[in-house]
T-cell receptor
Framework: EAEVAQSPRYKITEKSQAVAFWCDPISGHATLYWYRQILGQGPELLVQFQDESVVDDSQLPKDRFSAERLKGVDSTLKIQPAELGDSAMYLC?????????????FGEGSRLTVL | DAKTTQPPSMDCAEGRAANLPCNHSTISGNEYVYWYRQIHSQGPQYIIHGLKNNETNEMASLIITEDRKSSTLILPHATLRDTAVYYCIVRVGGGSQGNLIFGKGTKLSVKP
């Protein structure tokens, strides 16, 4: 069964360092999302891509966060510099661009701890 | 997208039906009700969705009231592996439109 791949699974870094997360969506899925989930809360949307274009990044803290999907396939989310409050699970999800139930398929996430 | 209200937690005995309620009193005519669940340390998983008719699949049943202001997710025979946080979400469109806005969900604990 096709899955959304994310790496690394776990990342520990010190504040002010740079960190990057990678996501490979299900093949053929045009829409890709990055969510952040703080412990005890539901996932919060950071950015949405349609192919290589950003559709919604209104909740992305652009002073330190950046996201790209250069060829419309895999994507990278970067944080520079990391802050203590960035400790969270970073989830990637993808969705087929046409038809279907519209369900999102999530990866297992990348858990970030900032010390 | 309309907001939803769910109880923060529920318990259910193994083998019994789990009925998870959700209020969405401000839902619009073109908004669908989606349910996802998140097992500890995993990404959310789609369960089911509907517009106004009741829906059933291999995982669960979704009952939507006639006025569409509330719904209930039913797991007919809960197992220990159904212990998870369940999210009720409403969003525009049943296909490729719209985003999912998650609340805090209901933490379901299935007990032996």
């Amino acid at each position: 069964e096709a899955e959304v791949a994310q790496s690394p699974r776990y990342k520990i870094t010190e504040k002010s360092q740079a960190v990057a997360f990678w996501c490979d969506p299900i093949s053929g899925h045009a829409t890709l999302y990055w969510y952040r989930q703080i412990l005890g809360q539901g996932p919060e949307l950071l950015v949405q891509f349609q192919d290589e274009s950003v559709v919604d990044d209104s909740q992305l803290p652009k002073d330190r966060f950046s996201a790209e999907r250069l060829k419309g396939v895999d994507s990278t989310l970067k944080i520079q510099p990391a802050e203590l409050g960035d400790s969270a699970m970073y989830l990637c999800a993808s969705r087929s661009g046409t038809g279907g139930t519209g369900e999102l398929f999530f990866g297992e996430g990348s858990r970030l701890t900032v010390l | 997208d309309a907001k939803t209200t769910q109880p923060p937690s529920m318990d259910c005995a193994e083998g019994r039906a789990a009925n998870l309620p959700c209020n969405h009193s401000t839902i619009s005519g073109n908004e669908y009700v989606y349910w996802y669940r998140q097992i500890h340390s995993q990404g959310p998983q789609y369960i089911i969705h509907g517009l106004k008719n009741n829906e059933t699949n291999e995982m669960a049943s979704l009952i939507i009231t006639e006025d569409r202001k509330s719904s209930t997710l039913i797991l007919p025979h809960a197992t220990l592996r159904d212990t998870a946080v369940y999210y009720c979400i409403v969003r525009v469109g049943g296909g490729s439109q719209g985003n999912l806005i998650f609340g805090k969900g209901t933490k379901l604990s299935v007990k032996p």
